[in-house]
């Protein structure tokens, strides 16, 4: 009978989390396997690289990230809910410093055309549910969501809001981050005319 696994999966990235906020980005199997009081073994057993496992790592930060963001779109007023994606973004870098440091190891992009080929499946479809969500919250904001439209909601809610807040990561995060990204928010989701109150 086969002896059961010491680690779990989990187990084996909470440590990864862990070294990573530790070493930084040049973090070693070896590293984990310190962190983890295990041989690297235990490891291999799990993850065939240090790519697939750091892979897997920001694809769990990444999931876990979307969690408060799906549920901050899905507000009923939609003003609100553009206010609320882009302060998830410094709130939850904030909160969860280990996961935010995990997001700036890869992008899609970058996991897609030199990441493990196991990864690729899962990475090509981890967006939907937001860019699904962010659709919906669209049709929800502007009488006719063009896609100019489309383009700045999604600037107000992500790329301006993670922008803002991307060089505090892994450093003392300013108080003041959820008010600037709200402010660029309703300023940018405000050129296509919904947000005068």
Known sequence: MARPARFTEDDVLDGA???LLDVGPTVTIADVAREIQGPSGSIYHRFASREELLGRLWIRSIRRFHVGLLEAAARPDPREAVIASARHIPAFCRRHPADARA?????????LETGP?????????????VDQAL????ERLYPEPTPQRRELLMVATRLAPY?????FI????????EDAVEAAATSIADLGGALHR
């Open 163 to 167: 922008g803002i807040t991307r060089p």
């Open 103 to 111: 997001m700036l190891l890869f992008s899609t992009r970058r996991l």
């Open 17 to 19: 989390a862990r070294a």
């Open 117 to 129: 080929a196991s990864l690729h499946g899962e990475v090509a479809h981890l967006n939907d549910d």
């Open 170 to 177: 892994a450093r003392e995060m300013p108080d003041w981050l």
């Open 135 to 138: 659709e919906r919250l669209a």
